[in-house]
């Protein structure tokens, strides 16, 4: 069994230890810190289809992000000097809006988002609608995701989307929202094209609706 295959079954396995030890001894022996990264990047697309079947919980989702988490530290030094040539799938601006200071729900799909390739700028939490808005500007991100889990932060979410209009960006921008409290009808009243409490069809929305507003 190569070096990726035991990563990926590490992953599925919920074997964190036996998961990193794998890939510092990939990168000890020569292996491409690429392919490395694209193994994790496997599993955890499958640990994900796994969770959309119900085989896996959101506890296995949780864990999954860890493990990629503790990978990417180990990862990023052997992976900085080549990153020039990965293409990513996609910038996306998240945080968590003003009046809101959690964050789990947010990390994980943080974490999902740059397993997928994508480029995150992770503004936080208790984020000022203005301070989005300038990211959005600043990165030029065709997508935009706030998470929340208490009801004031609708009203900061608002303001985001305003603000977007008022810049001339909401029509190039994607909104999607999440977290416990949001529901279709908080989408409309915020002004969001988008809702999930499903991480993983947050990404897959990521992915989809990102290209369209690039075009």
Do not use: W
């Not at 794998?22 to 697309?45: F, N």
């Not at 530290?73 to 003003?98: C, D, H, N, Q, Y």
């Not at 029509?171 to 991480?199: N, W």
């Amino acid at each position: 069994m190569d070096a990726e295959e035991k990563i990926k079954n590490a992953f599925l396995g919920m074997k964190r230890n036996v998961a990193v030890e794998t890939v510092k001894a990939a990168l000890q022996s020569g292996v491409d810190p690429l392919a490395v990264l694209k193994a994790c990047r496997e599993a955890m697309e499958e640990v994900g289809k796994r969770f959309e079947t119900g085989e896996f919980f959101l506890s296995e989702l949780i864990y999954s992000a860890e493990v990629f988490k503790s990978i990417s530290a180990i990862l990023e030094p052997a992976l900085a000097s080549g990153r020039e040539g990965e293409m990513s799938k996609g910038i996306v601006v998240f945080g968590t809006p003003l009046g809101d200071i959690h964050d789990l729900g947010k990390n994980l799909v943080v974490t999902m988002l740059r397993a997928q390739g994508f480029e995150v700028h992770d503004l936080g939490v208790n984020v000022p609608p203005e301070r989005f808005v300038e990211e959005v500007q600043r990165t030029d991100a065709p997508v935009l995701a706030m998470s929340a889990l208490i009801t004031p932060a609708f009203v900061a979410m608002k303001e985001v989307v305003s603000l977007l209009e008022k810049k001339g960006l909401r029509e190039k921008t994607f909104v999607i929202i999440g977290g416990g409290v949001t529901t279709e009808f908080a989408r409309k009243e915020v002004g969001a094209d988008a809702q999930t409490l499903d991480p993983v069809e947050a990404v897959e929305r990521c992915r989809r609706e990102g290209p369209r507003r690039t075009a």
